[in-house]
């Protein structure tokens, strides 16, 4: 009896030591467990950090490039103030220019053009017109230009025109009224024959600033014709120009 009392005392004592260090053994696990998910949540809150910033890098990569590209499809001209506008603008000659300056220059382009026709023809003012910002200079050819010579006549404009770069704008190419339009520098320029075959010129200035228009300066090489208008047909006969033209 005494001796199964021992035992059972022994088993329970036994029992309970093994209890102990069941309880000892769950408690040292249990706070490693969680300091193992503590580490693994920081380590992804670190891999979100490292996301997120390697997707803001890659935003602003892709802003720069944006704007390199925009950059390159303007020349580069986006940022630097400078105007390309190659037009009538204040910083060209056009903008500098008012309609008086345009007569002149109108003038000028009528002048050596009629003296490079050899063998001269006399020629007399045509009326001036103006619009809103624009002028219009015009020459009268007062020397008969037969049939058979105005193809020459015009040839020996246009061959001129070309050699200053003018551009030929249009042709005219009929049989009694042939004409040649042309430009230079936004002016145009035109020669022309009409009624019982009298040659004119004209040229018409672009868009300038407003301003008050001068007769022109240039002198005719015969009469001048002074508040005559209509001028007369073609009456000065000219030994190369005028043939047989009666």
């Not at 009896?1 to 260090?21: N, P, Q, S």
């Not at 997707?55 to 950059?71: E, F, I």
């Amino acid at each position: 009896m005494r001796r199964r009392l021992r035992t059972t005392v022994a088993t329970l004592a036994l029992g309970l030591a093994l209890a102990g260090c069941g309880r000892q053994q769950a408690g040292s696990d249990g706070p490693t467990t969680a300091g193992t998910s503590t580490s693994t949540t920081s380590d992804e809150d670190t891999t979100s950090d490292r996301d997120t910033t390697s997707d803001t890098d890659r935003d602003a990569n892709t802003d720069r490039d944006a704007n390199t590209d925009r950059g390159a499809d303007t020349g580069g001209s986006a940022n630097t103030g400078e105007s390309t506008d190659t037009g009538g603008g204040t910083g060209s000659p056009m903008g500098a220019m008012d309609m008086q300056g345009a007569a002149e220059r109108a003038d000028s382009m009528l002048d050596l053009t009629l003296k490079a026709i050899e063998p001269a023809v006399q020629w007399a003012h045509g009326p001036t017109t103006t619009g809103s910002c624009d002028v219009t200079r015009r020459r009268t050819v007062m020397t008969v230009i037969a049939p058979e010579r105005r193809q020459e006549f015009l040839d020996v404009v246009t061959e001129f025109w070309r050699e200053r770069e003018y551009r030929i704008k249009a042709v005219n190419k009929d049989k009694d009224f042939p004409a040649v339009y042309a430009q230079a520098e936004g002016f145009g320029i035109s020669v022309s024959v009409r009624g019982q075959g009298q040659v004119f010129f004209e040229v018409d200035s672009p868009c300038v600033r407003k301003s008050e228009v001068a007769d022109s300066a240039s002198k005719p090489n015969g009469p001048t014709y002074e508040g005559v208008y209509p001028l007369p047909r073609p009456n000065v006969k000219s030994p190369h120009w005028s043939g047989g033209a009666s």
